[in-house]
């Protein structure tokens, strides 16, 4: 559908290429055990996915800065949970989910054969909202970096998806015009609405479950870009 369209690949991070939900998983095992932390993960996570979700949101809308999306959505966990946990150890936590957040490096089912597929005919690159001082190390220790020529993040840009300035930011960066590129990912709102406001190609990686909608083609696999590029 876009063959002869496209000829630059703007992808998201978390969620669409970087196994975000494993990788977290893994980090919380590991921090837990170290700070002697004992909890259901299976309800843990039945709680925390879905309000580290909500956070973001916040955060994408200025709502509320990253020391508090980072404690909140642990502090709000634990007091849901019903389980006593200091401030202290709450911060110590934080810290060190960042810290080691980026020690794991799980990607996506078929992100790595669809890079594979892409790189000879387009040239790649990543918009995220995720913070600087790790996504350039999850792609680092990902072996991923060598695909993608730009790598766009919120902070530089200072503002995050779906702001029409990181877009339009982006497409400068890469020297295309909106019309010559495709946004992939996997947040309607951030990557879906906020590109095509601005004159980009998307297509909806749709791993949350979302109900279809009718702002432009949607996926449920990573190969399945293979139909449209």
Not at 28 to 40: L, P, Q, S, T, W
Not at 69 to 80: A, E, I, P, S
Not at 141 to 149: D, R
Not at 167 to 194: R, T
């Amino acid at each position: 559908m876009y063959r002869n369209l496209i000829t630059d690949i703007f992808f998201d991070l978390d969620h669409t290429i970087w196994d975000f939900e494993k990788n977290s998983a893994l980090t919380f095992d590991k921090i837990f055990a170290d700070n002697e932390i004992e909890v259901d993960m299976e309800a843990f996570f039945e709680i925390y996915v879905p309000l580290n979700l909500s956070y973001w949101k916040l955060y994408r809308e200025e709502k509320i800065s990253k020391p508090e999306l980072r404690y909140q959505r642990l502090r709000n966990t634990f007091d849901q949970l019903s389980v006593s946990i200091s401030d202290e150890l709450i911060h110590t936590l934080s810290v060190e989910y960042i810290e080691h957040l980026c020690t794991f490096n799980n990607l996506i089912p078929n992100a790595l054969q669809i890079l594979e597929y892409l790189k000879p005919n387009y040239k790649l690159h990543i918009i995220t909202n995720g913070f600087q001082e790790v996504q350039h190390k999850k792609l680092e220790n990902a072996s991923i970096s060598e695909y993608f020529q730009q790598v766009i993040d919120s902070e530089t840009a200072g503002v995050k998806k779906p702001d029409p300035h990181i877009f339009h930011y982006s497409l400068e960066q890469a020297n295309v015009l909106p019309e010559k590129a495709i946004m992939i990912g996997d947040s309607l709102e951030a990557d879906v609405m906020g590109a095509r406001a601005v004159g980009l190609h998307t297509l909806h990686f749709n791993v949350h479950n979302d109900p279809s909608h009718s702002h432009g083609q949607i996926i449920h696999d990573l190969i399945e870009i293979k139909k449209y590029l």
